[in-house]
């Protein structure tokens, strides 16, 4: 998501990751990464439990989600409960919001 940042931005797309770790942690990880987006701490996982996030082998499971700009869900994208998956590349979700654009317009 790094590399395709600017693609997200040129859309009016705002970017965030939110992680299950705690500030510290999460906050040495957005520096190693050096993230253009904000990463968000939620150790108590009220963010995952909201967006209806399952959990395996202790920890929640990964997401993907489109919001409008009234705060609903307009695309997700859930990690199957399984220790091999692969998230939608950047260039899929791109598509997604240049076809949801197109079908708005």
Do not use: C, N, Q
């Amino acid at each position: 998501m790094r590399e395709a940042h600017h693609e997200f931005e040129k859309r009016g797309v705002k970017l965030l990751v939110v992680s299950s770790t705690d500030l510290e942690m999460t906050s040495f990880v957005a520096e190693l990464l050096h993230a253009p987006y904000p990463i968000f701490s939620d150790p108590s996982w009220s963010i995952f439990y909201a967006y209806g996030m399952g959990s395996g082998f202790g920890v929640p499971l990964p997401g993907t989600f489109i919001l409008d700009e009234a705060g609903v869900i307009r695309w997700r994208w859930y990690a199957p409960f399984s220790p091999v998956f692969t998230p939608p590349p950047a260039e899929e979700l791109l598509g997604i919001l240049d076809e949801m654009r197109r079908t708005r317009d």
